[in-house]
């Protein structure tokens, strides 16, 4: 199953690709304002892509044997991932003003940028690493 690594991981990396591509494109059509944003197919397909990304996400870690809660830079991925959700989600549909819907937007990408940066460098610190 090893031999599979690299495969898995770049199915992964083109998910979170794709889903960060998906939520800033929605994040454009809310400040916008645009109309279609509400679109089915722009409602469901994130949550199609979430999926197989969570789930490449628990079969890498397995493969590594790298777990949350156990191994630091893992952990601040899963709770960093947990603050995007959570601004996404005001972002998109809970935030009652644009300023608060625009700044949640701003604070989601910047949190997206923090967890691939743990990931590059597999340091809770992220990219405060990078010299």
């Known amino acids: 199953m090893i031999a599979y690594y690299p495969y898995i991981k770049l199915f992964h990396v083109g998910c979170v690709i794709l889903s960060v591509s998906l939520f800033t494109f929605r994040g454009a059509l809310m400040l916008a304002d645009a109309p279609w944003r509400q679109h089915i197919v722009l409602r469901t397909t994130p949550h199609l892509v979430d999926t197989l990304l969570l789930s490449s996400a628990l079969l ?3 493969l590594l044997q790298q777990y949350p809660f156990v191994h630091g830079w893992l952990t601040a991925k899963v709770l960093a991932l947990i603050v ?3 601004l996404g989600s005001i972002a998109l549909k809970r935030g009652r003003t644009p300023l608060i819907r625009g700044t949640a ?15 590059l460098t597999h340091d809770p610190r992220g990219a405060l690493t990078w010299r």
């Open 60 to 62: 890498l870690s397995f």
């Open 84 to 86: 995007y959700i959570v």
């Open 105 to 119: 937007f701003v604070a989601a990408l910047l949190t997206v940028v923090y967890i691939v940066s743990v990931a």
